[in-house]
T-cell receptor, first 111, second 115 residues
């Protein structure tokens, strides 16, 4: 499953599918980007980050892609599991400034 | 401590009253941040502290909001004369530094309800 565009608030996928969550960031001067996962009643939890001198970074089951030309960031989750159900936020900043968060996408994974 | 601790976890207050929200960051983290999250919304930056530098207050929505950080550790966010639109979850985060590659660790937040 994939969400496209500036902001798609929800994404529904089947367990085992790959998920792609997209984010358009606002500041061309931003050079550090992070994806966070937020479960109900909890604070956001770090997933993966990437600096502007990279265009791809992989973690465990997650990959972040950065396209600076169009100011686009994506999070790919492989073999999505019910435990991945949460709200996902992208965030951006420059050194010495606070992270600015996007609006978030709710990922729902059904068994 | 092992994580960022916020208290209280829930606060209900009457319109017009003052409230204080507390944040205990991870020991050794020099940067501390406050964000606000309204129901179903993203995180809105409020203020951040980095070491002994003057705080960045650019996100505070009005002069009813203030924050301090004593001894480079615990921080208190104060909202005076609370309004119903102040109802939200207030999240605190800390990081080793405000520089590059330092992801934030968030607390679980204080849910503020103004009635």
């Amino acid at each position: 499953g994939e969400n496209v565009g500036l902001h798609l608030p929800t994404l529904s996928v089947q367990e085992g599918d790959n998920s792609i969550i997209n984010c358009a960031y606002s500041n061309s001067a931003s050079d550090y980007f992070i994806w966070y996962k937020q479960e109900s009643g909890k604070g956001p939890q770090f997933i993966i980050d990437i600096r502007s001198n990279m265009d791809k970074r992989q973690g465990q089951r997650v990959t972040v892609l950065l396209n600076k030309t169009v100011k686009h960031l994506s999070l790919q989750i492989a073999a999505t599991q019910p435990g991945d159900s949460a709200v996902y936020f992208c965030a951006e900043n420059q050194a010495g400034t606070a992270l600015i968060f996007g609006k978030g996408t709710t990922l729902s994974v059904s068994s | 401590g092992a994580g960022v601790s916020q208290s209280p976890s829930n606060k209900v207050t009457e319109k017009g009253k003052d409230v204080e929200l507390r944040c205990d960051p991870i020991s050794g983290h020099t940067a501390l941040y406050w964000y606000r999250q309204s129901l179903g919304q993203g995180l809105e930056f409020l203020i951040y502290f980095q070491g002994n530098s003057a705080p960045d207050k650019s996100g505070l929505p009005s002069d009813r909001f203030s924050a301090e950080r004593t001894g480079g550790s615990v921080s208190t966010l104060t909202i005076q004369r609370t309004q119903q639109e102040d109802s939200a979850v207030y999240l605190c985060a800390s990081s080793l530094s405000a520089g590059y590659n330092y992801g934030y660790t968030f607390g679980s937040g204080t849910r503020l309800t103004v009635v």
